[in-house]
């Protein structure tokens, strides 16, 4: 079987796991923290950036900075992970769902303006794939009615809008380091602090509500008890395994970017024939070979490829189950038909990505895609 994800390793991770344990300390905010946050504040060119235990606890950080209370709205979109709406829900916020483009499965920005009322605290554009929202749009309208923008980036590392890194435009933003990632270290993440106005009270809250950070840098004499927080800083163990990899982003991106190419090029006919359709990647954006899918025609052809990949030992597999219509939240969802995010729902298919995966095999998978559509 071709496995849908195989974790990459650099094969450094174990050199500096064992300078990690070796050095003595093993906590958080140490040496391989600090190396990885300065990559990424320089990479974002942004003050500030803290590691966490993953995505899901930098966008819970998120909703406890901006003061998320019991009956504020965020718009989230609807085909999205459960964590970017989850995160806004542990406060309190009731959930408005934004539909996606019918081009693009990650946020309608066409649609935002009508969903904005005076309850409206924050808005949570995710950049599906690694390919970028369009952040003007967004960014004026949070201006105008005077909203926090909280970049879902968890798919984007190393991807850009109109040359700005993603990550770095939100006032605050979250990336991933989960195993499915470009960049891994198991389970990991990042909250990316675009507004100094955050900077001190996420080191807080990041530190189990004291002012510990400040104590360490010799601004304060002792530390205690200042606000609301929780443990979200991760051990060096995941900082040191995720340095290896952060030395090695080019050439992983490289080998990510090629491998998308080779399935676009590949399937490009079936597109040019309107059997498939394939990402769609605007002039604003670029690509960061985060995932490589398909949209089919109807659910059963969906359904059907997916099957008849498997029989050929092929692991494909579907995405997001819209969360409007999740079990957990379907009932408190305002009613809005979301045609767009539940046709994602049924037609989109991921193929195998990941950079074990052989130019023989991408070349078997195109062909038994084909071959699948071949009668159809
Ligand atoms: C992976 C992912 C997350 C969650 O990331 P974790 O690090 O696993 O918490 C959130 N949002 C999106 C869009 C994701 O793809």
């Given amino acids: 079987m071709i496995p849908f994800n195989k974790p990459y390793l650099t094969g450094k991770e174990a050199h500096y796991l064992y300078q990690a344990v070796y050095s003595g300390q093993l906590s958080g905010n140490g040496k391989y923290t600090k190396k990885c946050q300065q990559y990424f504040e320089d990479a974002l060119g942004v003050k500030k950036t803290l590691l966490t235990t993953s995505c899901t606890d930098a966008l819970e950080m998120c909703a406890i900075l901006l003061n998320i209370q019991p009956g504020d709205e965020v718009i989230v979109p609807s085909y999205t992970f459960v964590s970017t709406a989850l995160a806004f829900v542990r406060q309190g916020a009731k959930i408005i769902f934004i539909d996606s483009r019918v081009d693009y499965p990650g946020f309608d920005e066409d649609q935002l303006e009508s969903l904005i009322t005076s309850k409206t605290k924050a808005i949570v554009p995710v950049h599906y794939a690694g390919i970028a929202c369009d ?36 006032h605050l933003s979250c990336l991933s380091f989960h195993e499915t990632k470009n960049i891994q270290c198991g389970e990991g993440g990042l909250l990316v602090i675009n507004d100094d106005r955050f900077v001190n009270r996420a080191e ?9 950070a400040e104590f360490f840098r010799g601004e304060i004499d002792k530390y205690g008890w200042v606000d609301i927080g929780s443990s979200f800083l991760p051990s060096e163990l995941n900082a040191s395994f995720l340095y290896a990899q952060l030395e090695e982003i080019e050439s992983i991106q490289n080998q990510r970017r090629k491998l998308w190419q080779k399935y676009f090029d590949g399937l490009n006919e079936l597109m040019k024939n309107g059997i498939i359709k394939l990402p769609v990647i605007p002039d604003y954006a670029t690509n960061n070979g985060h995932m490589f899918y398909l949209i089919c025609r109807n659910k059963a052809e969906r359904n059907g490829l997916i099957d008849f990949l498997k029989d050929n030992n092929i692991h494909a597999v579907f995405h997001y189950l819209s969360l409007h219509s999740s079990k957990y939240y379907h009932s408190k969802h305002d009613g809005r038909l979301l045609p767009n995010a539940d046709k994602y729902s049924e037609t989109l298919v991921r193929l195998p990505f990941h950079l074990f995966i052989s130019s023989t095999e991408v070349e078997l998978i195109v062909e038994t895609v084909k071959n699948f559509f071949s009668n159809k």
């Fill in 135 to 170: 952040m003007d749009i967004i960014m004026k309208l949070a201006d105008k009615y005077d909203l926090f923008v909280v970049e879902d980036a968890a798919q984007a590392i190393d991807s850009y809008y109109k040359g700005k890194p993603l990550g770095s435009i939100g």
């Fill in 204 to 212: 807080v809250i990041w530190e189990k509500g004291t002012n510990r």
